[in-house]
Each structure stands twice: as structure tokens, then as C-alpha cells.
């Protein structure tokens, strides 16, 4: 069965610095895959999309992913974050019929 | 433009008690879904639908039910609300097939006391 894993649960960051934010999915097939993030009290904004080519996509807000096939990741970065990118993100991977699975999140707060 | 709209946005209820939310989207979406956000658990698929008049179960359905009569509109409905409830709900919406991008509205905060 297809699944997400988001190891970290929080990670804090200084206004300026870079960003990585770890995700390994499980799927049998290429994989269709996503970032989302979440400011706090909205919904789910998609940030980018990994389907096919290219390893290395770009996204909004100067965010990027690498999808690593050998390593099962889909891991996010942003060289360096604005304190208005605290929020949760959420990496996801399509599962079939239109449907989608979300891993559990990662908090990411700005130190000043 | 409105995209996925989402009401109420809070509500409280009591155990036992029913109540339906609703959800709107104006950008001729197949497919919707509903979601429920916990804590540490990002978000689970509660039912879905791929399009007018059909609906289908997700990962976490019972204590819930659903109607699509319009295509525009996804109903999601508590008939007899308990504390497990307690969450926060999202709509989705996105064109047919795996490729596109889902749509979120802004949640429903529901505490079920």
C-alpha cells in the first residue's frame, strides 16, 4: 500500500537560513508527488508537483523538491526561508482513483 | 473568484446531536472530497465523490455520510455527533484524474463535547 513519511514532526529555523524538509514515500510505481503547506487557519496550498522528467522541480515561493527514486524521497528546500514561511507542509503521494495520501506534517517555525 | 467555500467555518455541538456541512465550489470540479485534519495525523480521506449523484468511502467513513446532488455542491453529514469527532474538516476539490491539483477551502472547526 502506498504511504507517507514525514520524520519530523517540528523543525525550527533561523530567518535566513536554509530549509530542508524531509519526506520518503512507498509506492510500487513511479509516483505521482506532491508539497503542500498549510498557514495557519487556511486550507492546503499546493507548493509543487513531481509526475515525471526532470528530478529537481520548482515551485511557489522559492521552494524546490528532488525526487530520489533510490532513496524513496522527496525531500523540500528553500536556500532561504522569510518568516512569513512558518506554516505546516505536508508532502503527499497519489494513491488511485483520483485519491491522494497526505503524511502527517511538519511544523515549521522562523527564529527571528 | 471564490474557489471551494466551506460553511460554517466553527461549530459546537453536543453528543448525539446531527448536523451537515456543506461545500461549494465554483471552478466545475469532478471530483471533491472531504477530509478530516487531527493532530499528528495529517489528513484522512473521509469520502469522496468523481463526480454528480456518485460517492464513494475513503480511509476513515463511518459516522459519516454524504450526497453530491449538484456538482458544484458536497454535503457532509453527522446524523449522531460523538467527542471522536472532534477535528478539523476540509473540502477539496480537482478536475478528473491523478495529475491535477486538489483545491482546499478553509476548514470547519467542529468540537463535539
Known amino acids: 500500500a502506498q504511504s507517507v513519511t514525514q520524520p519530523d514532526i517540528h523543525i525550527t529555523v533561523s530567518e535566513g537560513a536554509s530549509l530542508e524538509l524531509r519526506c520518503n514515500y512507498s509506492?510500487?510505481?513511479?509516483?505521482?508527488l506532491f508539497w503542500y503547506v498549510q498557514s495557519p487557519g487556511q486550507g492546503l496550498q499546493l507548493l509543487l508537483k513531481?509526475?515525471?522528467?526532470?528530478?529537481l522541480v520548482q515551485g511557489i515561493k522559492g521552494f524546490e523538491a528532488e525526487f530520489k527514486r533510490s532513496q524513496s524521497s522527496f525531500n523540500l528546500r528553500k536556500p532561504s526561508v522569510h518568516w512569513s514561511d512558518a506554516a505546516e507542509y505536508f508532502c503527499?503521494?497519489?494513491?488511485?482513483?483520483?485519491?491522494?495520501?497526505f503524511g502527517s506534517g511538519t511544523r515549521l517555525s522562523i527564529r527571528p | 473568484n471564490a474557489g471551494v467555500t466551506q460553511t460554517p467555518k466553527f461549530r459546537v455541538l453536543k453528543t448525539g446531536q446531527s448536523m451537515t456541512l456543506l461545500c461549494a465550489q465554483d471552478?466545475?470540479?469532478?471530483?471533491m472530497y472531504w477530509y478530516r485534519q487531527d493532530p499528528g495525523m495529517g489528513l484522512r480521506l473521509i469520502h469522496y465523490?468523481?463526480?454528480?449523484?456518485?460517492?464513494a468511502k475513503g480511509e476513515v467513513p463511518d459516522g459519516y455520510n454524504v450526497s453530491r446532488l449538484k456538482k458544484q455542491n458536497f454535503l457532509l453529514g453527522l446524523e449522531s455527533a460523538a467527542p471522536s469527532q472532534t477535528s478539523v474538516y476540509f473540502c477539496?476539490?480537482?478536475?478528473?484524474?491523478?495529475?491535477?491539483?486538489?483545491?482546499f477551502g478553509a476548514g470547519t472547526r467542529l468540537s463535539v463535547l
Open positions: 477539496a476539490s480537482t478536475e478528473s484524474g491523478a495529475k491535477n491539483i486538489q483545491y
Open positions: 509506492y510500487g510505481a513511479t509516483p505521482y
Open positions: 513531481y509526475f515525471s522528467g526532470d528530478t
Open positions: 503527499a503521494v497519489y494513491s488511485s482513483a483520483s485519491k491522494i495520501i
Open positions: 471552478m466545475n470540479h469532478e471530483y
Open positions: 465523490s468523481v463526480g454528480e449523484g456518485t460517492t
